[in-house]
């Protein structure tokens, strides 16, 4: 019996670790797919790139390498993903690997041709472009073949990302193109592109108790800030560990409200008061008429705006709902994007109180549990 049971043991010892390696191994692709997906979609000026939807794609994208099991897999998947909308692209084991041939993306006769590249102000792909100065811009492809340049400076042919995208997985993405006015070059197989579109179409976007759009807008949030966020020097913050624990979070969450807070608890990081998340269908924003604010490491209410609240100014709040007041006040400070304590006070302050309409909140003030 105690042989047997050593053996039972063992076992599930060794299933336990498996099933951790693999999960690992999920998170890792994810990050590897994250990488890519940013560069082409804000680098790579291919007409094909420009025609697909974006966030569509990246819940694509997340279901199709969430089923790779090798580094083998991701590569292949990545190939069918990226090809019809980034022809030139190219995947290697090693930076070294990269067969490249500048002949295959230059058309026979260059004349009739001209470069193209992006060039952002910000960013402006796939953002609400109301009221806002940002902007992103092909050049010589908006308006065809016109130079429509934002500024000087522009790259030159034969520049590409090449990167370390996973572990022992690089890329290799040009970032300048030929082009005339019917379209970029080299064209991928037209049939490619319109399956990859085709399969889009069948895209749900609007569902996030799906794993595959929280992984979808966790890929495209990081992306935003990656590539464009300016504060990264002064903020100091592990983006890409971020990614990971964003990631992590995403597999276990089951609401819209889960994956509400995990994106705020994904941004919180960086520290920039002008950043918060929202979900129109979670209508969180009733409270209580009252207020309260730290003094003196105690949670006190400032003010109670009805008469027939069993609470008073001045009063102390050691509980909210069954939890002691700092702890349930450090899950909030966790979703708050702010620049000085004072800010993150202020937004804790009011959002701690916050919550659906006719939902309620019980607070221990001397002793006494309150429900409001």
Known sequence: ?????????????????????????KVENLLTFAKVYGYVKYFHPSDEASQIDWNKFSIYGASQIDKC?????????????????????????????FDVKLNDIIPDNTEKYKLTYW????????????????????????DKMGENQLFDYSPEFGESITKEIGLGIYCLIPIVLYCNKESTFPKENENKLVELKERLSGVNAENPEDLFLRLGNIVNVYNVFQNFYPYFDVV???????????????????????????????????????????????????????????????????????????IKAGDIVSQINHQESADFFENVFSRISAGTEGWLNHKANNSSLQGEKGSKIVLTVNGKNIEL
């Not at 076992?11 to 951790?20: A, D, K, R, S």
């Not at 580094?71 to 084991?93: E, G, H, M, R």
């Not at 060039?119 to 908006?142: F, L, T």
């Not at 919180?268 to 924003?285: Q, R």
Request: aromatic share 10%; charged share 25%; net charge positive.
């Open 236 to 310: 100091k913050v592990d983006w890409e560990k971020e990614l990971q624990a964003a990631i992590i979070k995403s597999y276990s969450d089951k609401t819209k409200l889960d994956h509400l807070i995990t994106l705020e608890q994904f941004t919180a990081p960086l520290k920039d008061g002008h950043i918060s998340v929202t979900n129109s269908s979670i209508k969180n924003f009733f409270v209580p008429p009252m207020s309260w604010e730290w003094i003196e490491n105690k949670l006190v209410i400032t003010e109670v705006l009805d008469d027939n609240y069993p």
């Open 69 to 97: 099991k090798t580094k083998k897999d991701v590569i292949k998947t990545l190939n069918s993903l990226f090809k019809p909308i980034a022809p030139s692209i190219q995947f290697a084991t090693s930076d070294m690997s």
């Open 119 to 142: 060039q952002h102000i910000g960013v402006s792909i796939g953002m609400d472009r109301k009221n806002q100065p940002y902007e992103s811009r092909r050049i010589n492809r908006e």
């Open 1 to 25: 019996m105690r042989t047997q049971s050593y053996f039972i043991g063992l076992f599930i010892t060794l299933l336990l670790l498996f099933g951790c390696q693999r999960e690992t191994k």
